[in-house]
């Protein structure tokens, strides 16, 4: 474990966006706290997991983990997780949680890139969750997670596109107006296309084999699948063989 996130990461991570994440840490597993459309997206994006790989023995890397809301998921559903974030206050409540629950997860103060220099070609799936857009180099981080699967391994991202419906519902609509989630947490100019993030699977060498929609419903606070992808998406990559 890394305790220092500057020695771990210096270049891909703004400590502002740390700071933020850090602060809403003892509300984490609140569901009706911050950071509660987590706690509503939280069993759509597992079974979008859980319906290509295979999680009862796998072992899987969750990158930007928070306090664990999916790294416990995965680790209930019989996979070996390891889990990273770079804000301490996040691991610390993500441990605390853990131990109350049973989770077995393997929670670390460190990045992704350090990671990848460790144990390269460790991992049958990676999960990295509503992260992509609260770092200066998303695409870093994607070569990183190829580095850190195995061959036929299976990369798993959620993130949010860059349109007008996105600012109005992620920015305006969940920020200043219901007040889902604190004001600042998202930055338009950090959302992502799905052409821009298929682009960077593709340059890193992985194999882009779905891009689906994920809605919020903040009127019965759930969610779902959807064929629609102009504002939150997840996607999933394979490493070739």
């Not at 853990?98 to 990676?126: C, H, K, M, N, T």
Request: glycine residues 6%.
């Amino acid at each position: 474990m890394n305790p220092n996130p500057a020695d771990a990461s210096p270049a891909n991570f703004r400590q502002a966006e740390l700071d933020r994440f850090g602060s809403l840490a003892s509300r984490w597993w609140d569901p009706e706290g911050p950071q509660k459309p987590l706690h509503a997206l939280n069993p759509v994006r597992l079974r979008y997991v859980a319906d290509r790989v295979s999680l009862r023995g796998a072992s899987v890397l969750d990158v930007g983990c928070g306090a664990g809301l999916l790294s416990e998921a995965l680790a209930l559903e019989g996979a070996d997780v390891t889990a990273l974030d770079l804000a301490p206050e996040l691991i610390r409540v993500a441990q605390l949680h853990a131990r109350e629950s049973g989770a077995r997860v393997d929670y670390r103060v460190q990045s992704v890139e350090a990671l990848a220099q460790e144990v390269p070609g460790r991992f049958d799936a990676i999960i990295c969750m509503e992260m992509l857009e609260h770092v200066p180099d998303p695409s870093a981080v994607i070569a990183s997670c190829m580095r850190l699967l195995r061959p036929g391994g299976t990369l798993f991202v959620s993130t949010l596109n860059r349109t007008p419906a996105a600012f109005a519902l992620a920015i305006v609509g969940a920020e200043y107006i219901a007040r889902l989630l604190p004001k600042g947490t998202h930055q338009y100019r950090d959302f992502i296309r799905p052409s821009e993030l298929a682009s960077w699977m593709r340059d890193a060498g992985l194999s882009v084999i779905d891009v689906t929609g994920i809605a919020y419903e903040p009127w019965r606070n759930a969610a779902r699948l959807t064929p629609r992808t102009d504002v939150n998406y997840l996607a999933c990559a394979t490493k070739p063989e």
